[in-house]
């Protein structure tokens, strides 16, 4: 049945800047939930099965599409905050470690057992989503970019979106097939597509061509967090685990690179005190067998992807699907319902 809250929020969701595709979304989500799906569905975690919750950013709305952030990279402070209560009253939120031990150990889980994690480090996963965490006492897993900690700046993704956002639709479409992104689709996420498949000199390269063509976005204060930071949320009871030294996409890089950017990693996380359960979510998603094998061999315990799924006792522990959560798909309560894990 549609809740009071609800009601509001999907009145607010289909007022601000949004594609059509948002109600069709929640009109879905709706139907399935009255019929029921919803209930069926987190009965998947019955112990044998946990969802691994993922995060990126947490981001006041308006602030988000000043910046041009992709709407998959964020979510805004109240809807983590309703997030967190739709968990705590449907699902049994652990540590991520907990579940990694149980898995590898093939002990049974809690029914409803989920983890949440964030990736990559930034200042405002401290701003907003710590309060939250700490005044439920929710534990969470943040991933960093060891040689990002504390620098200034984004990564070249998010200065792709803010460059083209300042662009027109037909400057974007134009710049995008110029530096080889496909004719069809949104021409940011074909460029940023096409971009992560390209070896890493040629990436540099549009990239550069990118900057030559396009003015510098504002400069921001610094929005990842430093050692300091991360000193704060590990206190807060907050996992500190490795995403990489560089943010290197890992896949078809030879052995050498793959091992000098995951031992880095776990280095710089142990001389911090943090990294104490080996764990590690590959930038960008990016794995293989050869980066599978180089991770393990590191001593990586388990590490975490971007494909969509639930982690359970037969999952190889060194590819452990996630659950992604961002703001236009989580927004009301039968959304959130059907992403966790309905559509995973």
């Not at 009255?34 to 069926?40: A, D, E, F, N, T």
């Not at 597509?193 to 063509?213: V, W």
């Not at 704060?232 to 907050?238: M, N, Q």
Request: proline residues 6%; charged residues 30%; glycine residues 8%.
């Amino acid at each position: 049945m549609l809740e009071a809250r609800d009601s509001v929020l999907l009145r607010v969701s289909f007022t601000t800047p949004m594609d059509l595709r948002r109600p069709i979304r929640w009109a879905r989500a709706f139907a399935l939930d009255v019929l029921g799906v919803h209930r069926r569905t987190r009965r998947l975690l019955d112990g044998s099965r946990a969802a691994v919750l993922m995060y990126h950013r947490i981001l006041p709305r308006m602030q988000a599409l000043r910046e041009g952030v992709q709407p998959g990279m964020y979510v805004a402070p109240e809807t983590f905050a309703r997030h967190l209560a739709w968990l705590e009253e449907h699902f049994r939120i652990l540590p991520l470690h907990e579940i990694v031990a149980r898995l590898v150990g093939d002990r049974p889980l809690p029914a409803g057992a989920c983890a949440i994690t964030f990736d990559d480090g930034w200042q405002d996963n401290a701003d907003h989503a710590l309060p939250e965490l700490e005044r439920r006492g929710l534990p969470a897993t943040i991933f960093v970019v060891t040689e990002r900690v504390g620098t200034p700046g984004a990564f070249w993704p998010d200065e792709l979106c803010r460059r083209m956002a300042r662009l027109g639709g037909q400057e974007r479409r134009r710049l995008a097939r110029r530096l080889g992104a496909a004719r069809s689709g949104d021409p940011i996420d074909a460029l940023l597509a096409h971009l992560k498949g390209l070896p890493d000199t040629r990436r540099r390269t549009a990239l550069d061509a990118l900057q030559e063509l396009t003015e510098a976005p504002p400069a921001h204060a610094r929005e990842l967090l430093d050692w300091d930071g991360l000193e704060r949320l590990a206190r807060a009871g907050i996992d500190i685990e490795a995403h990489g030294a560089t943010h290197a996409i890992l896949a078809g890089l030879p052995a050498s690179e793959i091992e000098r950017e995951l031992r880095s990693a776990l280095e710089a996380l142990r001389e911090h005190g943090h990294g104490r359960h080996q764990l590690l979510a590959y930038p960008n998603g990016s794995h293989d067998a050869l980066v599978r094998r180089v991770a393990r061999e590191l001593g990586y315990r388990a590490a975490v992807t971007t494909e969509s799924g639930l982690a359970h006792l037969r999952s190889d522990p060194m590819a452990i699907p996630r659950v992604a959560l961002h703001d236009d798909v989580s927004r009301t309560r039968v959304e959130f319902l059907h992403r966790v894990p309905g559509a995973a």
